[in-house]
């Protein structure tokens, strides 16, 4: 519990997508709580498929000013925190340092395992048993920070990339929640990601690597075809596919029915 005796601590906000919005929505409905004040929210205007919440119509709605670009952040004066979660870009150094106490990030995903873009996917295609979410530090890296808190639960044997992002996002709005006060008030250690390094694995996923994982061979054993397919068959996003006679076709989940047609 913050201490009503505490200076009002001030947050830029940056993010977008259903996990931004929950986060803003926390922090706005439990200011007065928290002891803060927004005071800027940066933030693309994306939503994902037929969520039509947004950053933007929240900030808008509750009178905080909307910034359009990082460079923005410039001209802010002291504020205490920038708080990123799930934003599009990534921030320069000078950006982060325009906050005086402290940067954080919430990436969906554990680490320093699965850094970068497409971590659902790649997760399926690795059959980890066990993935989860991480609050960390924010740096001009990616996703590269020290670990604040983390969440990980187990996965299902049979995880869809639906799926996983469904179970990530709860828990990522609840690891937001039980923690963000405790960023707050400086309770918490910080654990740099390079001592894990013994004990778990390090990889990094650029956007771009999910076409790749796209394109199925029919060739491949069923057990391999299905991973790959729940690994990236996600509407409205382009789903997985094979090429026949040169023709590009398009699979589902009922893929053992399209290929053998």
Not at 189 to 204: D, G, V
């Amino acid at each position: 519990m913050v201490r009503h005796h505490q200076i009002m601590k001030k947050i830029v906000f940056l993010g977008s997508k259903n996990v931004g919005y929950n986060a803003l929505s926390y922090l706005i409905q439990n200011s007065q709580i928290l002891n803060i004040e927004i005071v800027g929210v940066l933030s693309n205007n994306r939503t994902l498929y037929s969520d039509k919440k947004n950053v933007h119509d929240l900030a808008l709605t509750n009178n905080i000013p909307f910034l359009s670009h990082p460079d923005e952040l410039l001209g802010i004066d002291n504020f205490d925190f920038l708080i990123s979660v799930q934003y599009h870009k990534i921030i320069k150094q000078k950006h982060i340092d325009t906050a005086k106490e402290l940067a954080i990030n919430l990436h969906m995903a554990p680490l320093p395992e699965y850094r970068g873009c497409n971590q659902f996917s790649f997760a399926i295609i690795d059959q980890i048993k066990e993935f989860g979410t991480t609050l960390h530090v924010l740096d001009s890296g990616i996703d590269s920070g020290d670990i604040l808190f983390e969440s990980r639960f187990n996965m299902d044997v049979n995880e869809t990339v639906v799926s996983l992002y469904e179970k990530t996002l709860e828990k990522s709005i609840l690891l937001f929640e039980e923690n963000i006060s405790k960023i707050l008030v400086g309770d918490y250690s910080r654990t740099p990601q390079k001592q894990l390094y013994s004990q778990r694995s390090s990889n990094f996923h650029l956007r771009n690597e999910i076409h790749d994982i796209k394109q199925i061979d029919p060739k491949w054993s069923d057990e391999k075809i299905d991973r790959y397919v729940r690994a990236t068959y996600f509407p409205p996003f382009p789903p997985p596919y094979f090429v026949k006679n040169g023709k590009k076709i398009e699979l589902s989940l009922d893929w053992r029915n399209q290929i053998k047609s």
